[in-house]
């Protein structure tokens, strides 16, 4: 009897936290590789007059440039220094007190991918290497929740991912570089794009990634959406800044349209969550390391995060903070639903500013 009602209790406490959450869906976008310097100062002055960086300086400072930092890092990303701005939350700004730093120490993307959704820095995930993930990450984890079985998905340019979710033991859905299997016409075409790329970075364009995962969407209705671009990653690696800018600012404008879509939608007006963040940093301007990142790349282990959401406070450009780390994600993932993820490895508690607490 006592253990009936130490059963009962737990069912109560649990629907009383998932009650307390508005939150029904969660979408996650990254930006490889996308420094907090731009984030939060726009263009780099520096780096837009070295031609060796910048081929066309002239038309970069006249689409990018301001004196004014504010009036800068808004050209560059309009969507996040307005809607984000002024209705949600934004973190990293280190010239203003606030640090999110990754907590692997490796500073590349698989670390840094296997970090943001198993919420363990694993010193055993130390390759960019197609090995299977053996942590569970916090997408399988929903995925096995009551109301989101086959519910979650995850459109990524880089065909890594598949590895690092672990598809055949998550059994979520990751659409990761290859064909888009569907009779649905829109998805239809855009696989036919993707075939018919030429994929200049060897990957599949983010621009056909966004389109993808933004037809199922439409179409599919899942509740958990992860969107993976890798664009500005692979131009900063070129030393190509100026299209390094360009991406940043498209990927925005797809942050935009997304956010739109999603507000005419009455499956995910009014309780959606949007969290925007990055893998990795990068290097010094000065050094001319803004094009790497890694272990032994000073700074490549800041980063920064944006959230939006029925239950994240509008705080703007959050100032003083204390240290937040690219770990605490996961289990931010999981608690805007009122879930707490434990899984075998360790994690720690999420950014409780960002569910709500």
């Known amino acids: ?15 009383s936290v998932q009650a307390q959450q508005k939150t029904e869906n969660l979408i996650i976008v990254t930006l490889d590789g996308m420094r907090w310097q731009e984030v939060f100062g726009g263009v780099d002055s520096l780096l837009i007059v070295n031609k060796k960086f910048t081929r066309d300086s002239a038309s970069i400072v006249r689409t990018y440039w301001s004196k004014d930092v504010q009036e800068r890092r808004q050209k560059l990303f309009p969507f996040l220094w307005s809607t984000i701005l002024n209705q949600g939350q934004l973190y990293g700004n280190r010239l203003k007190g606030s640090n999110v730093n990754v907590a692997n120490k490796y500073h590349f993307s698989y670390p840094g991918y296997n970090e943001i959704f198993t919420g363990y820095p694993d010193t055993a995930v130390n390759s960019n290497d197609k090995i299977l993930n053996k942590n569970i990450n916090v997408l399988e984890f929903i995925n096995k929740q009551k109301g989101f079985k086959g519910k979650v998905a995850a459109f ?3 065909d890594v991912f598949p590895y690092i979710f672990n598809e055949a033991r998550s059994g979520i859905y990751v659409n ?3 064909t888009i ?7 239809k075409l855009i696989s036919d794009m993707h075939t018919l790329s030429s994929r200049p970075l060897d990957v599949r364009p983010d621009v056909l990634t966004y389109f993808g995962a933004r037809e199922y969407l439409k179409a599919s209705h899942p509740r958990v959406l992860y969107i993976g671009f890798d664009e500005t990653d692979d131009f900063a690696h070129e030393g190509m800044y100026d299209q390094y800018l360009k991406s940043a600012h498209a990927e925005d404008a797809m942050l935009a349209d997304l956010w739109k879509l999603i507000q005419s939608m009455p499956e995910y007006a009014g309780h959606t969550t949007l969290i925007v963040t990055c893998d990795h940093g990068r290097g010094d301007k000065v050094k001319e390391e803004w094009t790497s990142h890694g ?4 700074d490549s282990d800041q980063i920064w995060i944006a959230a939006i959401g029925p239950d994240t406070k509008p705080l703007g450009e959050v100032k003083k903070t204390k240290q937040y780390y690219q ?3 996961a289990t931010t993932f999981a608690a805007l639903f009122g879930f707490d993820f434990k899984p075998d490895q360790p994690v720690i508690g999420p950014i409780e500013s960002i569910v709500g607490k």
């Open 1 to 15: 009897m006592n253990k009936l009602i130490l059963i009962l209790t737990g069912l109560i406490i649990t629907c």
């Open 295 to 298: 272990e032994k790349i000073a």
């Open 327 to 329: 770990r605490q994600l």
């Open 181 to 187: 299997q569907s009779g649905n016409v829109a998805l």
């Open 156 to 158: 990524t340019s880089w």
């Open 176 to 178: 990761a570089d290859d």
